[in-house]
């Protein structure tokens, strides 16, 4: 079992920047994938980004594809989501997921791929 524990959330203006941090805890080791999802009021959870934690692998969401940047640190067991130009719609509460296993076909960017979740990280954005 993995415990994910995500921060870096805040509020910032449009334009602007911030980079949420997720650390994997548990004796597993750190996961092959690694993702961040949003979900804003009424809406469906949508995946952002991915990595594939030993290749560094990147998968996105075309919504932030160009402004958002994942990374990890392996044996830190951590991965960051750099997120630029900021916009009011990116606005949502940030969640870190993991999957133990390679994909086997499934799709990065869905959360059905992922098996543990961490608590969320709020991002708000002001125009």
């Known amino acids: 079992q993995v415990q994910l524990v995500e921060s870096g959330g805040g509020s910032v203006q449009a334009g602007g920047s911030l980079r949420l941090s997720c650390v994997a805890s548990?004796?597993?080791?750190?996961?092959?994938?690694m993702a961040w999802f949003r979900q804003a009021p009424g809406l469906e959870r949508e995946g952002v980004a991915a990595?594939?934690?030993?290749?560094?692998?990147?998968y996105y969401a075309a919504s932030v594809k160009g402004r958002f940047t994942i990374s990890r640190d392996y044996h830190k067991a951590t991965v960051y989501l750099q997120m630029n130009s900021l916009k009011p719609e990116d606005t949502a509460t940030y969640y870190c997921?993991?999957?133990?296993?390679?994909?086997?076909?499934?799709?990065?960017?869905?959360?059905?791929?992922?098996?543990?979740w961490g608590q969320g990280t709020q991002v708000t954005v002001s125009s």
């Open positions: 548990g004796s597993a080791g750190i996961p092959y994938y």
């Open positions: 997921a993991a999957r133990r296993d390679s994909l086997w076909g499934n799709d990065p960017l869905l959360t059905s791929t992922y098996e543990q």
């Open positions: 990595i594939y934690t030993e290749g560094g692998t990147a």
